[in-house]
């Protein structure tokens, strides 16, 4: 049981350039969430999906496209990278309801150039 | 507008009970309390929560006021690795627009010293 697994766990990209963060999880969650967090900053909600084929937006999804093609994975895209973006993105999942706390992942430290 | 006051920093010597307070004066009926952390560098990770009575779990206790405008987190006895920061978050109990987003806000760093 890998709980909440994200994929790179590092990654440099130069502006413009494109990429996916990959999340998947094994716990048979139905909710799942992007989460970016900056230095000295909250942790702030990009986009989150309750149920394979649905995604929505949440407070800062510009820039960012989001795919749940599958219950278990949560792909988080960036068409077009600016350096705004750098960040470290958090993936997590939950049970459905909000009685229920969130599983994170390690999370994605992102730096575009 | 935070919804939620913590102070931004405490200490506990290692051992002892740490107990982290939180303000949430403008908290409505059916919005829940929960705690959270984050150890430097990691994702976050849940800890507990509550709507009106106390709560424990193995990992700690949940103290909230008979108004629920303020709740205590207590880790009954602190050892360095539970250095980290923590978070109060204020989050509805339905299921709908708005009540997705947890809303993380500066939270309260914790050190435990030995």
């Known amino acids: 049981n890998a709980g909440v697994t994200q994929t790179p766990k590092f990654r440099v990209l130069k502006t413009g350039q494109s990429m996916t963060l990959l999340c998947a999880q094994d716990?048979?969650?139905?909710?799942m969430y992007w989460y970016r967090q900056d230095p000295g900053m909250g942790l702030r909600l990009i986009h989150y999906?309750?149920?394979?084929?649905?995604?929505a937006k949440g407070e800062v999804p510009d820039g960012y496209n989001v795919s749940r093609l599958k219950k278990q994975n949560f792909l988080l895209g960036l068409e077009s990278a600016a350096p705004s973006q750098t960040s470290v993105y958090f993936c997590?999942?939950?049970?459905?309801?909000?009685?229920?706390?969130?599983?994170f992942g390690s999370g994605t430290r992102l730096t575009v150039v | 507008d935070a919804k939620t006051t913590q102070p931004p920093s405490m200490d506990c010597a290692e051992g002892r009970a740490a107990n982290l307070p939180c303000n949430h004066s403008t908290i409505s009926g059916n919005e829940y309390v929960y705690w959270y952390r984050q150890i430097h560098s990691q994702g976050p990770q849940y800890i507990i929560h509550g709507l009106k009575n106390n709560e424990t779990n193995e990992m700690a206790s949940l103290i909230i006021t008979e108004d629920r405008k303020s709740s205590t987190l207590i880790l009954p006895h602190a050892t360095l690795r539970d250095t980290a920061v923590y978070y109060c978050?204020?989050?509805?109990?339905?299921?709908?627009?708005?009540?997705?987003?947890?809303?993380f806000g500066k939270g309260t760093k914790l050190s435990v010293i030995p």
């Open positions: 716990m048979n969650h139905e909710y």
């Open positions: 999906s309750v149920g394979e084929g649905t995604t």
């Open positions: 978050i204020v989050r509805p109990a339905y299921s709908g627009a708005g009540s997705y987003q947890l809303t």
């Open positions: 997590a999942s939950s049970y459905a309801g909000t009685r229920y706390g969130y599983t």
